[in-house]
């Protein structure tokens, strides 16, 4: 009976430290190599290793989930070091940090007057948040960004006169739960309502005289002979780490089009980001790759994370020209916007500094709309740095 | 390199393990020396020279000891010089550059601060060979010849960095008889699956939640419920951690071949602050009885009282050599004044209880015993030692008094601060059950579990099967937590 224990804790550690060094032994020659040439130390040799050995864990992601079970088990939250929670309804939460919200209000002012200076219609979208659908970690996690900071924006940008759009409402009128709205494992909305957001774009923007292209076929997307839907499971990023049975996957949605489409995105200097021009191949990079890998999915979306990139739609000639100012809350929003707009720039501000100043650069463009997409983290960014 | 680090678990120890059975039998304590060698220097490099120091001097030190034996004044003379050696490296690289620091702030002296860090595992690994070289000055025992024996004592990696302190004694009989059987080598391996889950799924679990309350720094803003919660579960830390770590280095002594002595016995069963000494870092209280108390207490009972001319109470004996022990406890532990705070607090309450016990035989001798209920002889002593220990490891966990002081406060509502905040119940459902297995985990309920289990028919098997099961289980979530998790170090490397 002694002898099971035993023959199993030998078994194992030999077993995972074949396999692991087997698929590792690339990096520890080139890290045995870089380390006997530079001075680095054995304390800085061995924490290397234990890095390498980490990464490379044999069966990492299978591994991980027995840590997701145990912490299941044991009725564990906080899946990271206290600043992400889980509530009731297995929705993952980031705890906020303050924030500086003056620049964003200045900077969203400014780019308001740009748009009405030139006659632009200017909608401002605010992304929804899952704390306001009622759970009851909102009122320890969220209370500036759902009392404070909401509030007072809508007021700012009604009183500019510009175009606003509270997609919590629209989601609340649809009476759609916070698991069909967001994923359980990520801070991001599903593919749904990204595509419920579009709708509501096109609707606002369209009243406004803009035309888009084939808007009313583009815009059905539950529409099996115009869409075919795709799903992976999906772990998000914080899933990814911390073991799929702790968080439980999510189901991530792609809506291929079957439809002909000529789309390419190109970088600040003008040159193509892709090779394709097929929707598929261009919008959604790499997403095919690997159906069994249980990655980060929103990647996949217009290349993220860059600060400046260009989608030209080649047989949208007659669509609109738009500016839109996102983060990654809307990627894909702005992916299946691509479908009926002649040209869209896509500004990440988050990427921006002092030097990298994109508006700067563009402004000057003839745009037929500006949209911001509004979460948390454009909060602490600034949109125009004029 | 921790005993929960990948790189131990899945590189260093395969390879010790394996060489350690296929070398010739006269090689093995010299593989092992080096191979703790290599072990403390990818923990800490630059502390090699120290530790090398300490191994050599000690060793001559103890060989002159065992030379002059004959002669009392010389061995004694040595035997003060390796206490000045000893005592004066730990007091160089554990306390001198806290207190040239400590100086400058408050007599506004401008010294200058010295910028070693403190060598890994020092406190212990000088105690061990303060217990070799006294041992033979004491004539426990003789100087061994063998520079590998003494060195392999020393530094042998299961107990080089946070023990348990096992004397020479018994050490040096294992290091040419060691028993290697499956037996031996499967008690090893449960011991040490049982403290790698301890390490990582209790005390690196509720560290996080522990860690975050202290680090606030600014105690206000904690409830008093938060605050009491967070005591407790740090008590339960540190516990699980340190005993992980006694538990990690018994069963790899077992797996080759050594006895370590147990650090542990259950500590928060005790009913009194003496029985939980007795059974919490019992190694370290074993040492300090054997090597301070005693000889304080042996040297103060031959002294007469100066303004009487009659020899000092023994009473008065006692609790002068305690208060010397307690005084080298809480300091051993570190260099700030919530160490020395830390000492004297559970001093103070030992003397009490020693006071309370010579009363009750006094009053036993009258024939006026004191007679206690089953609430006041099991319940209310328990709940007595567990808030005394729980406000000593929360001076223990401050990183200065005045922090222990601002805790302090919190617990008893006294910091402007709630009883309840509303974000508590958040931490509770977070922690609850963690909590919950723990205090499981800390009470000897396992082995009267399994004592009920053996006497049923067929209850051994039944209990065999069903421990292999849960062991299999606890190294597989335990090795998960490794890979999965950041680096969390052991508390007692600190020290």
Known sequence: MKKIISTFFLFTIYFFSFFTLKSQCTNIDVLIKNTSKANNNIKDFSKKIEEILKDGFFHKNDVINFYGLSERFLGRRLSSDGNYYRDTSNLMHYDFPVYNIEKFYNDNDSLSNYCRKNNIPYLVLQVPERATFGDDLSKYFYPDYTTNYVPIFKEKVLKNNDLYLDVERVLKEKKLKPTEIFFKSDGHMQTTTELIEVQEIVKILMNKGIKFYKSEEILDFENPNLYEKEYRRFLGNFGYQYGKLYLGTDKFYYYIPKFETNIFRINKDGFPLTDSNNFRISMLNGAFNNKKNWQYFIIDFLNFPEPYVEIDNNFAVNGPNILVFIDSMSMRAVTYLSLMCKKIIVLDPRQFNEENNYFKKIKKNNFDAVITFVGHSMLNTGLTYE | ?495
């Not at chain 2, 071949?257 to 209280?285: A, C, M, Q």
């Not at chain 2, 328990?382 to 008094?401: A, K, P």
């Not at chain 2, 905040?421 to 723990?438: E, K, P």
């Open chain 2, 1 to 495: 390199m921790a005993f929960s680090s990948l790189i131990f678990l899945f590189l260093f120890f395969p390879i010790v393990i394996f060489c350690n059975y296929v070398i010739q039998q006269k090689l093995r304590n010299f593989f092992l020396l080096i191979a703790s060698l290599f072990f403390y220097a990818c923990g800490d490099l630059k502390s090699i020279p120290i530790i090398l120091t300490s191994i050599i001097l000690n060793y001559f030190f103890a060989l002159f000891i065992d030379k002059a034996k004959e002669k009392k004044n010389l061995s004694k003379f040595i035997m003060i010089i390796m206490l000045v050696f000893n005592v004066g490296l730990l007091i160089t690289y554990k306390y001198l550059a806290s207190n040239i620091s400590f100086l400058n702030n408050i007599l506004h002296f401008n010294l200058t601060v010295p910028k070693w860090s403190l060598p890994l595992g020092i406190s212990f690994f000088t105690f061990s060979a303060i217990s070799y070289c006294l041992d033979v000055y004491f004539q426990a025992c003789s100087a061994d010849k063998n520079f590998f024996n003494v060195a392999l004592y020393i530094s042998f990696f299961p107990k080089l960095i946070s023990g348990p302190i096992v004397k020479w004694t018994t050490f040096q009989t294992q290091l040419s008889e060691r028993k290697f059987d499956i037996n031996n080598f499967s008690k090893g391996v449960e011991r040490f699956i049982i403290g790698l889950a301890k390490k990582l799924i209790i005390a690196d679990s509720i560290g996080v939640f522990v860690d975050n309350v202290y680090n606030r720094g600014d105690f206000s803003s904690i409830s008093v419920s938060i605050a009491w919660f967070t005591t407790f579960s740090y008590m339960l830390q540190l516990y699980y951690d340190f005993s992980g770590y006694s538990d990690m280095a018994v069963g790899l002594g077992k797996m080759l071949g050594f006895e370590l002595d147990e650090n542990f016995n259950y500590p928060y069963v005790s009913k009194s602050v003496v029985e939980y000494w007795s059974r919490w870092h019992i190694t370290l209280g074993t040492w300090l009885k054997h090597y301070v108390y005693t000889p304080v207490f042996r040297a103060l009972s031959k002294k007469k009282n100066i303004r009487t001319g009659k020899k000092i109470n023994i009473k008065t004996c006692d609790y002068i050599s305690l208060l010397v022990s307690w005084c080298i406890i809480g300091p051993w532990h570190g260099a700030g004044l919530s160490y020395l705070i830390y000492g004297l607090f559970f001093c103070f309450f030992i003397i009490c209880e020693r006071i309370f016990e010579n009363y009750k035989k006094q009053r036993t001798k009258m024939g006026r015993e004191l007679k206690f209920n089953f609430i006041t002889k099991e319940i209310l002593p328990h709940i007595y030692l567990i808030f005394v220990v729980d406000i000593g490891l929360m001076i223990f966990r401050s990183v200065s008094t005045r922090y222990a002081i601002s805790f302090g406060l919190s617990l008893l509502g006294l910091n402007k601060n709630n009883f309840f905040n509303s974000s508590d119940m958040l931490y509770f459902s977070q922690y609850f059950r963690t909590f919950i297995v723990g205090i499981i985990g800390s009470i000897p309920i396992i082995p009267f579990v399994k004592n009920k289990i053996v006497k049923l028919n067929r209850g051994k098997l039944i209990f065999s099967l069903f421990k292999i099961l849960i062991l299999i289980v606890l190294f597989i979530v335990s090795i998960s937590y490794t890979v999965t998790t950041t680096y969390n170090p052991f508390i007692y490397f600190n020290f």
